[in-house]
């Protein structure tokens, strides 16, 4: 999936990445019980969780507004029902029960939450707490995901609503993918099973509900930025400079950066190209600006 974009460069056809997604990802993983994860334990303290680790010797790490912006958002509309992956993901900053999406909030570039799109401080009633917390994110045992049954089945999604040419007919070649998802909604596992989450009702599979219920689901993989890259979606904003509501922000990076020995030694090749892009992905998103509320 990462050639779509130059699949006709690459393969001489325009759908023939799609048609490798649909071939080998219909022979791939089958079920959320055979999700492939990290191992890690409660004891010894070495073989915790790495996020548990990490804030254990860090602790300022803290939660993004985008994504929290989005599950709340789409709570909100109805899209999806159930707060227990939020819950899961985030702490309730009010010290509530994890069940209200307006006690959520994340975090803008410079921990400022005034920054437009930021929600600003949950609407607590004493207060809140917590705004910069993970939630049962930070358990030892916790096994991340890394190649999932969801993610199989929203590549399968993508493929196919692609490879139908979008509309109608790609939302109906698509939904049953994305319904397989939204039924088996899980997160890792620990020692005690895997992380079931409430089923969530049925959506069209949209190329925009599709992408979006992988960067939900596949949070903390690097695969949401790829799917970002090739998608531009869901809409980002690059990090602000400052404060303004009109500012149009640099675009998403497309590409890792390079160190200056190495742009130094290799920009009259490949290696470094001139675009900032790598040469599957030639096709940059756009500047946003943040808006008031994602």
Known sequence: MHNA???QTVYG????????????????????????????????????????????ARGDLGPGAAIINLMTSRIKAGLDTSTDRLAYYFSDACGGDGTDPGNYGGFRPG????????????????????????????????????????????????????????GAAGVAAAQPYLNNVRANETYGATAAGTTTFASEPTVPATLDNII???YIDLFGSLEVWNDYKRTCLPPL??????????????????RLPYGISEI?????????????RN????????SYTYPTAF
């Open 111 to 166: 921990s400022n939450t005034a920054l437009p799109g930021g929600q600003g401080a949950p609407n607590c009633a004493g207060g809140y707490s917590d705004f910069d917390a993970f939630g049962d994110l930070a358990i030892s045992d916790l096994r991340n995901p890394v190649v999932t049954y969801a993610e199989t089945q929203l590549l399968l999604a993508e493929a196919s609503y692609q490879k139908a040419g979008g």
């Open 13 to 56: 056809s325009p759908t023939a990445a799609y048609d490798s997604v649909l071939k080998y990802g219909s022979l791939g993983i089958q079920s959320t019980a055979d999700d492939f994860l990290t191992y890690h334990a409660a004891s010894p303290t070495g073989s915790n969780n790495v996020w548990v680790q990490f804030q254990g």
């Open 237 to 254: 904003a690059g990090a602000p400079t400052n404060t303004s509501t009109t500012q149009v922000r640099s675009a998403i990076p497309g």
């Open 212 to 214: 979006q219920e992988k």
């Open 5 to 7: 974009e130059v699949s």
């Open 279 to 286: 040469a599957n992905d030639p096709n940059a998103c756009p």
């Open 264 to 276: 130094n030694a290799n920009t009259s090749t490949p290696n470094v190209p001139a675009n900032g």
